[in-house]
């Protein structure tokens, strides 16, 4: 098998100032799936385990997560505004959650640390995504799991478009949503054969690649 690295040509571009402010409003309009995906996540965790999510953004998983359980939850963000504002809403939200700056390819933890990783609708945004996959391998202890949630690059656009429609966007968050889908996010997520050829390159133990059209959910074990 060919071996790729699928790196960008650019360096990681961190959100920051107002297009920061515009996800983070934008993504509380769908609230109800972070919310969800924490009562889906928390069953699985024991008490005390420790969590990271690659890419909190606004930290709205790790704050729902957080209200169901006494984990010690990590967020790892390049941004330096949703470091801020995430931390500032766990503060508001009374739970303990700890949110720092750091590159998804430079984790700054030591090997072998966490119990469950989360890396939610960001991993086609990282330049280096190999490594990116190589270092969530490496900070979780052996036999513990990450979920890795992102877009298919082959997603059609009738897929999109509904999927969009079902989050409960205002009309033109909605529509502004469509266009980021269309102009940037579809150019940059991966195919399942990337997926596929990306992982191989990583010591997880066991990988599960799930999802629909739309997206993918993947399972990995180390």
């Avoid at 996540?41 to 790790?62: D, H, K, M, N, T």
């Avoid at 504002?85 to 750091?102: L, P, R």
């Avoid at 082959?154 to 968050?173: F, I, K, Q, Y």
């Amino acid at each position: 098998m060919t071996t790729m690295t699928l790196r960008k040509p650019h360096p990681d571009r961190p959100m920051e100032g107002m297009m920061a402010k515009w996800y983070a409003a934008n993504t509380a309009e769908m609230m109800q799936q972070y919310v969800d995906l924490a009562a889906r996540i928390a069953p699985q965790l024991e008490a005390g385990s420790r969590v990271l999510e690659v890419a909190p953004g606004p930290g709205y998983f790790c704050i729902e997560l957080a209200k169901r359980g006494s984990y010690a939850i990590i967020g790892l963000d390049l941004s330096q505004s949703f470091v801020k504002m995430a931390a500032e809403k766990a503060a508001a939200a009374d739970v303990n959650v700890k949110f720092t700056q750091g590159s998804a390819s430079k984790m700054p933890f030591p090997n072998d640390c966490f119990d469950f990783l989360l890396c939610r609708a960001a991993f086609k945004n990282f330049a280096d995504p190999v490594g990116a996959l190589q270092e969530m391998c490496r900070v979780l202890k052996p036999g513990s799991r990450a979920l890795l949630i992102d877009l298919s690059r082959d997603a059609r656009p009738d897929e999109v478009s509904r999927a969009v429609d079902e989050m409960g966007l205002s009309a033109m968050n909605r529509l502004l949503t469509k266009m980021v889908f269309k102009t940037m996010l579809i150019r940059n997520a991966y195919t399942r054969e990337e997926f596929e050829q990306m992982l191989a390159q990583t010591q997880f133990s066991r990988v599960e690649i799930g999802g629909n059209g739309m997206g993918f959910e993947i399972w990995m074990t180390k």
